[in-house]
């Protein structure tokens, strides 16, 4: 990138990028589908745009964008092929994990040349099969399979969650391990985002030695207490307004796409069963966009809100005066929340366009029916489950404490404070 471009000119040319690729992506993707993953030309083309490194540290050459403006990319990608914004969104919200994980992985992992996502993430919850034991001079880990691998297939290094237990009671451990000691299942045979090719990851032999370097407590990862020599102030933003913000921006992306599609094929279309010869110039058809429109737009403000958020926080930790960790728990919880509500409302705006598109929006070539059934996936992600994060959030409102687990969306990791009522 030239010297003097700044990130809004970075983010304007992706975004450029990325619309021009936009119709080769949605033609590629009814084939990809059928594949299970995406083709490694798309990997390139996509990489060509830059949207694999717009969450990539400076210092290695990366764009390290603000999470506002990779929220942006991450939607335009996923209006396009939501299998693509998913790679995208993984590539981008997973470097969190190297840059907890200390100085010397994240050399690892940026240092040199590399083409598609950076690094790839798997199983980083209390049910893991991974084991992880304490040897001289780092690691060996056992078990699996790893599952919901995504972007593993082409990343240079998969971080792998396992347990240890060192006689104090199990922790989660994450693992860096580079991609030639693994080895892909191919069982990645699902409903929606089909070509992510999240396939379940298994090592290539019973036991793997791992460096010490490249096991690192969970909790000091998600807590950011080692030292990783980047300066900028995205490696001090909240891990979880990150991750989630930008995921929401793939819902958000997939009814964009969907909206601009129905308009396109709707024009001069008859509606069965009344006299309307132009589904456009039907008034169940201006009801039915302006509801359309609310969920839309009502997910986008929420995320935007949360990436702003996310980003000030950051901005606050990398100045020395970070938030309360009040605040923060209180934030995290909140943004866990309303992504899973983003991804309901995008889902429902998406099915309310389906529905009114007739019997052709369910053949495999017509992006709406991909899309709708892709945007149910994401409402369906582990860490989405809305009725648990809603309580929880909920909890936090009364002033009563959350519930307490282990894993990437633990909101217990902050420093122990008084839980306050919101106002």
Not at 160 to 185: H, M, S
Not at 285 to 292: F, I, S
Not at 295 to 317: F, H, P, V, W, Y
Request: negative net charge.
């Amino acid at each position: 990138m030239a010297a003097t471009d700044t990130p809004s000119d970075r983010l304007e040319a992706i975004l450029g990028k990325v619309r021009e690729l936009g119709p080769t992506l949605r033609e590629r993707a009814l084939d990809a589908e059928r594949a299970g993953r995406l083709p490694d030309e798309t990997i390139a083309d996509l990489d060509a745009t830059g949207a694999f490194g717009i969450g990539s540290p400076a210092e290695y050459g990366g764009d390290e964008l603000s999470v506002r403006q990779q929220l942006d990319v991450v939607s335009e990608v996923s209006k396009w092929d939501g299998s693509c914004g998913w790679s995208v969104w993984v590539g981008a919200s997973t470097n969190w994990i190297p840059a907890g994980s200390g100085a010397r992985v994240v050399e690892e992992v940026y240092s040199g040349p590399w083409v598609g996502p950076r690094v790839a993430g798997s199983s980083h919850f209390p049910a893991s099969r991974g084991r992880a034991k304490r040897v001289d001079g780092g690691w060996i880990i056992s078990g699996g399979p790893w599952t919901f691998g995504s972007d593993s297939l082409w990343a240079p290094y998969t971080n792998l969650g396992c347990i240890a237990d060192d006689g104090e009671g199990p922790y989660l451990v994450g693992v860096q391990v580079p991609r030639d000691q693994l080895r892909f299942l191919d069982d990645w045979q699902v409903a929606g985002m089909r070509a992510t090719g999240s396939v379940s990851i298994r090592i290539a032999e019973d036991e793997l030695f791992v460096p010490e370097y490249r096991g690192v407590d969970f909790r000091d990862v998600v807590g950011g207490t080692l030292d990783n020599g980047l300066e900028g102030s995205l490696w001090k933003a909240p891990s979880l307004g990150w991750a989630f913000s930008l995921m929401a921006g793939m819902s958000i992306g997939l009814a964009q796409g969907v909206l601009e599609r129905f308009l396109e094929r709707s024009a001069g279309r008859p509606i069965r069963g009344t006299t309307y010869k132009n589904q456009l110039e039907a008034p169940l058809t201006h009801l039915m966009l302006t509801e359309v429109h609310t969920k839309i737009q009502s997910a986008t403000l929420m995320t935007r809100a949360n990436a702003e958020e996310t980003d000030r926080l950051g901005a606050l930790a990398a100045a020395g005066t970070p938030a309360a960790p009040e605040h923060l728990q209180m934030f995290s919880a909140r943004v866990l929340a309303e992504t899973a509500y983003a991804a309901k409302w995008c889902a429902e705006a998406i099915e309310l366009l389906q529905r009114n598109s007739g019997s052709t929006a369910i053949m495999d070539f017509e992006p709406i029916q991909r899309a709708w059934r892709d945007a149910r996936v994401i409402t369906l992600h582990g860490a989405l489950n809305l009725e648990a994060l809603a309580e929880n959030y909920g909890r936090l409102m009364a002033g009563t404490e959350p519930h307490k687990f282990a894993g990437i969306t633990s909101l217990d990791r902050f420093a122990p404070a008084p839980v306050k009522a919101a106002v």
